[in-house]
């Protein structure tokens, strides 16, 4: 780890963070004031998409410096999107793993990750005396 690969990783993920914020802003507002699923579901395919594009690149023998694919992959598209290094994670190994392990790495994602989010809204919630909404 380098301070170079951190440097690259940080201004591709801001890079990332105001593109998502751009996109959430053409769409228009939703809860707490933010874009509604529809600019995470076009962040998050258009972001998965441009993920397969590299990861199919770089399979191909696409010379890409480390600095560059961190900018890139981790920094740019990880902030853009919710879902592209999930669907990098999900892909690359699919072929290896077969499509048991791969259907259950996607389903325990989904249900661990949202069983996550509720439990600690509710606990929350309770801690500050509110009911989750």
Same mark, same amino acid.
């Given at each position: ?5 951190? *440097? /690259?990783?940080? +201004? #591709?993920? @801001?890079?990332?963070?105001?593109? $998502?914020?751009? !996109? =959430? ?30 990861? *199919? /690149?770089?399979? +191909? #023998?696409? @010379?890409?410096?480390?600095?560059? $694919?961190?900018? !890139? =992959? ?47 809204? =509710? ?11």
């Amino acid at each position: 780890m380098s301070l170079s690969m951190f *440097a /690259a990783v940080g +201004a #591709g993920g @801001a890079i990332g963070a105001m593109a $998502r914020y751009g !996109v =959430a802003q053409l769409v228009g507002p939703g809860i707490f004031g933010l874009a509604g699923p529809m600019a995470t579901l076009s962040v998050n395919v258009a972001g998965s998409a441009l993920m397969g594009g590299l990861a *199919a /690149a770089l399979a +191909a #023998g696409i @010379a890409l410096p480390e600095a560059w $694919r961190g900018f !890139v =992959a981790v920094g740019f598209l990880g902030a853009l999107t919710t879902f592209s290094s999930f669907a990098l994670d999900t892909g690359q190994p699919a072929a290896r793993q077969g499509a048991v392990m791969t259907a259950l790495y996607i389903g325990l994602s989904v249900m661990l990750s949202l069983a996550a989010f509720f439990a600690v809204q =509710a606990l929350v919630g309770a801690l500050l005396g509110r009911v989750a909404p």
